[in-house]
């Protein structure tokens, strides 16, 4: 995360020099990040250089596992809210539940469900929750929606959930919003 602390800067001050040259505006520089300032990968914990991200970046885009865990941890890390666009998700992760009447949030499951790897897109899981006759289950606790089939087990963000984080990022006073991936839309 030094490296990428530097390579921001560098970058940062090509692009300016590029600019001048140019007698251009220089380019936005943005970044797609994970949901969180801190994270481990590879049994590492590691930790986003939010000072180089706050100079050198216009906004960064926050991929979200967790809205309000991981936009919190960025602006208690010191990135302004301005710099701040929350992402929000066009797909569905899918488990195979051990046990079919243990379905809340965190139920067990023994491995992953439909969908390529587990996942499936937005229209995809309209699609299975009609073809179903799904049980469809909203979480306020996590702001979350899900869905059980037997043992299919489907969490992902419908209307609701996804105006309540819509709202909330106008609360945190957010850059805006993005969904990911638009091709998962069912239109």
Do not use: C
């Not at 990040?33 to 990968?41: E, I, K, P, R």
């Not at 969908?115 to 937005?122: A, E, K, N, Q, R």
């Amino acid at each position: 995360m030094e490296n990428l602390g530097q390579l921001l800067h560098e970058w940062r001050a090509k692009v300016h020099q590029e600019a001048k040259a140019m007698a251009r505006t220089p380019l936005l520089l943005t970044a797609t990040v994970y949901f969180s300032v801190d994270f481990v990968l590879s049994d590492v914990q590691r930790s986003y250089p939010v000072g180089s991200v706050k100079k050198n970046l216009a906004l960064i885009n926050a991929i979200n596992i967790t809205t309000s865990y991981g936009l919190r941890s960025w602006i208690k890390a010191g990135l302004p809210p301005s710099k701040l666009i929350v992402g929000l998700p066009l797909y569905g992760r899918t488990w195979q539940l051990k046990d079919p009447r243990s379905h809340g949030v965190g139920a067990p499951a023994v491995v992953v469900g439909p969908g390529s790897d587990g996942v499936l897109t937005y229209s995809e899981v309209e699609a299975f929750n009609r073809a179903n006759n799904a049980t469809v289950v909203y979480d306020g606790v996590t702001v979350s929606t899900y869905y059980v089939v037997e043992t299919s087990w489907i969490a992902y963000d419908d209307a609701r959930s996804t105006t309540i984080k819509i709202k909330f990022a106008q609360v945190l006073r957010l850059r805006g919003y993005f969904f990911w991936a638009v091709n998962g839309d069912h239109n």
